[in-house]
């Protein structure tokens, strides 16, 4: 028997369309990011480590926000498994609404070195293009980890810091990087 260890990607513009296997997969897979040291954490998070208790209502929060117009969520599978997932939001203001951000975006640990990460930002580059008419995203990273090398090799450009914005623990204060693709 053969694993299929290449990415499948889907996307969902609507809350209903998510199912409860998949919110459970979602919150796992933060879950496991986080407090593995990963740089995806939220304002509404507790600090390290997680729980599913804190994390599943953030799921539900931005399941809650998905639009076919507004937001999206990408998600990558591996051998039916979840592998990654990100989100992707419109401006909702009128004059910055050619633009959209990317949020949340997450490798399982299981599934690093795969190609995930890189295959979600090609992937949703297409999705803002060529779906919802988005002319550039933006993006913020956590400084001190190497994201934002990784965003370079994938096109993306940093456009700026806000230095030691990001207060991880005491004495642990990192920058803000803000990133931004033309599409």
């Given at each position: ?100 951000t990317v949020n949340h975006v997450q490798t ?76």
């Amino acid at each position: 028997m053969t694993v299929q260890r290449s990415p499948r990607f889907a996307q969902f513009t609507r809350p209903d369309d998510v199912t409860a296997s998949l919110r459970k997969e979602l919150t796992d897979c933060w879950e496991d990011v986080a407090n593995a040291g990963g740089a995806v954490l939220a304002t509404e998070f507790p600090p390290l480590p997680v729980s599913t208790q804190d994390v599943a209502p953030v799921v539900d929060g931005l399941v809650g926000t998905l639009h076919p117009g507004r937001g999206r969520l990408l998600v990558a599978t591996v051998g039916g498994s979840l592998a990654g997932w990100l989100v992707l939001r419109r401006e909702p203001h009128p004059l910055g609404a050619h633009c959209g951000t990317v949020n949340h975006v997450q490798t399982h640990p299981r599934f690093r070195g795969l190609g995930i990460g890189a295959g979600l930002m090609h992937r949703v580059h297409d999705i803002a293009r060529d779906e919802m008419g988005l002319e550039r995203l933006q993006l913020s990273t956590r400084g001190g980890v190497g994201l934002e090398d990784f965003y370079r090799k994938v096109g993306w450009e940093e456009v700026g810091r806000w230095p030691g914005a990001l207060r991880i623990a005491p004495g642990d204060d990192r920058d803000a990087i803000l990133m931004s693709l033309v599409l």
